[in-house]
């Protein structure tokens, strides 16, 4: 007895594996293990019987959760945006604009991907979308099973890494961060990953063209009725976005100076980034109103259509990512302004109804109630396994490991890449991180930048060959029976489930390459952060003293100076009549609280 109770919490970590692997929930895993090893510990004497008594705060605790109010809106604003047809219009119209190039269906999926990403932000939703949608128009040209396989799952999975994902919310609530720096942090190793699908597509068209084929000049159906395609409208337009975008970015401070009537003199970066998009998008959309409302035929009919497509979804991406960039909203007010931007645009969409409503808000509440059950599960057992001593023990065998920050970092991310195997992103969070974020602080280690890797690394967790979930959706929605295809009436051939995991390999290692360059170069997640402000704390004292009347440094508390030796003070004039003397000051009670502030001021610190 005396061995299991000195090694108590690493018993307790294996019985929470065994419950796992009995196939239990893991919510009730998590809580019936942290229930069971808190009673096994109290009547063993390990600790004392009030650590129970915390539980009902702990859980109040999360009921107050602020932060975690963001994930249900953006839940909401995903699902409104997946099932009012968002996604299939954006691939249609990207697939256009792509088509005649080799792999522009390919490369048309990649960018949907971000887009429903930053978006939705909702895995599932984005894989089954362009499963159902993109899957039969990339087999029926020719494409590549396996290709077409891989780069759906992997653009699907895109909502892990691009703001605003569910599971940057998550990490930045678990590692008591701000959600909009982890937004931050996550926003260039997003788009970077996007790069290198981008370029894979790329690699194939150039070295194994038949694999990715350009789509056939009779499937383009948005064409002029001269025959052309449309392409010098749509690059003038975009041309002219764009030089609106970089003319805003270079001249921001002048504009604020004009808006504020005071001058200014420097704009933040991010700020530049948010208002430049937002005004060269807001250009090619007014030019659009125009063009179609009087008729003007200044645009191609593929210019027009790509406008009234991308512009809505960009311009919410602007209003919810913006705005916490920004500093204007939380991210739980961005959550809620991206959930009524997302049922105002199914309403103008005319496919907003009330049944659409409902599903939405019933899959939202599931999801917010799967979330919340695995929380209080975690608090439950996390409450036990530290009154045990845990966190030491995993310090201890996390600081042991030979490498320091990089031999840390490699182990975590090998152990949350195996564990992704069998727990999906939510458990992990909920489990893993708290356990390793103490262990990363105390090593010096940026805690946003061991957010977004750890962010990254479970991105895997849906492309693992046989248990990740982006297959598990994609094999839900993909033939597995010959069919007649719809268009050309020919007999296709399904997609297998060993297609499936094959074309899922290459996508895999190139996110393991995002997390070794994440790991060799940090400056890719913290060089989007703002400077760290620092903070002269004895200037601080002199400021408070002087605005609470405290005597200045070197004065007595609560009485006169007195005059020194060498400067003496005036004797009294004997013409003036003698002034009666002045009452002396009381000194200061021992509990006096400015007293306190002022020595504790004094104090030196580490």
Not at 107 to 118: E, K, R
Not at 133 to 143: A, D, E, V
Not at 273 to 285: P, R
Request: net charge negative.
């Amino acid at each position: 007895m005396e061995f299991f109770a000195t090694n108590f919490a690493p018993f307790m970590f294996a019985g929470l594996i065994m419950f796992l692997l009995l196939g239990f929930p893991v919510a009730f895993s998590l809580g019936a293990c942290g229930l069971f090893f808190g009673f096994v510990g109290i009547e063993m004497g390990i600790f004392p019987s009030s650590v129970m008594s915390w539980l009902p705060q702990r859980l109040i605790g999360i009921m107050a959760n602020d932060t975690l109010l963001a994930v249900p809106f953006f839940t909401l604003m995903g699902l409104i945006l997946e099932r009012s047809g968002m996604a299939e219009d954006l691939l249609d119209t990207v697939g256009q604009v792509f088509g005649p190039m080799r792999g522009g269906l390919a490369l048309a999926v990649i960018f949907v991907g971000a887009l429903l990403a930053a978006t939705t932000g909702v895995v599932a939703a984005s894989v089954i979308s362009m499963g159902l949608i993109s899957l039969p128009i990339m087999l029926r040209y020719g494409y590549d099973r396996r290709l077409t396989s891989g780069v759906i799952a992997a653009s699907g999975t895109l909502a892990q890494i691009i703001p605003p994902s569910l599971v940057l919310i998550l990490m930045a609530d678990q590692l008591g961060k701000s959600v909009g720096d982890m937004y931050k942090g996550a926003f260039m190793p997003g788009f970077m990953l996007m790069g290198m699908y981008v370029l894979y597509v790329l690699f194939l068209a150039v070295f194994k063209p038949h694999q990715v084929p350009a789509l056939p000049p009779e499937a383009r159906t948005y064409r002029e009725p001269n025959g052309g395609g449309g392409y010098t409208s749509l690059a003038i337009l975009a041309g002219l976005s764009a030089t609106v975008s970089i003319f805003l970015a270079r001249h921001m401070a002048e504009v604020h100076t004009w808006w504020q009537g005071e001058l200014v003199t420097s704009v933040a970066t991010d700020e530049k980034v948010v208002v430049a998009m937002c005004g060269g998008t807001a250009v090619a959309l007014v030019i659009a109103l125009l063009n179609k409302g009087f008729k003007l035929g200044l645009l191609s009919r593929l210019a027009e259509r790509v406008t009234f497509v991308l512009i809505p979804p960009l311009l919410l991406i602007f209003l919810v990512l913006g705005t916490i960039f920004l500093g204007i909203a939380t991210p739980t007010e961005g959550g809620a302004m991206g959930a009524m931007g997302a049922l105002i645009m199914g309403w103008a969409r005319k496919r907003l109804d009330m049944k659409l409503l409902k599903q939405a808000l019933a899959s939202t509440t599931k999801l917010s109630s799967f979330v919340m059950f695995i929380l209080i599960g975690a608090t439950m057992f996390s409450l036990v396994f530290q009154a045990a001593d845990g966190p030491i023990w995993v310090e201890h065998l996390l600081t042991t490991l030979p490498g320091g920050q990089v031999g840390f970092l490699i182990a975590v991310n090998v152990m949350v890449f195996f564990l992704a195997f069998f727990l999906d992103y939510f458990e992990l969070s909920f489990i893993v991180v708290p356990l390793l974020a103490p262990v990363a602080d105390k090593l010096g280690i940026d805690l946003i930048w061991f957010g977004v890797l750890l962010a990254v690394n479970m991105q895997t967790s849906f492309m693992h060959p046989p248990f990740g979930f982006a297959l598990f959706f994609l094999r839900s929605v993909a033939p597995e029976k010959p069919y007649i295809d719809r268009v050309t009436r020919k007999t296709m051939e399904p997609v297998t489930t060993m297609q499936i995991y094959r074309g899922a390999i290459p996508f895999l290692l190139i996110q393991l390459t995002m997390v070794g360059l994440l790991i060799a170069f940090p400056g890719i997640v913290t060089g989007a952060l703002d400077a760290k402000v620092e903070y002269n704390m004895e200037s601080i004292g002199d400021q408070m003293r002087g605005s609470l009347g405290s005597p200045a440094e070197g004065e007595s508390y609560g009485a006169e100076p007195s005059a020194t030796p060498e400067e003496p003070a005036p004797g009294p004039d004997a013409s003036m009549p003698s002034p009666e003397p002045a009452p002396q000051a009381e000194p200061a009670p021992a509990d006096d609280p400015l007293k306190a502030m002022e020595d504790a001021l004094k104090k030196p610190t580490n």
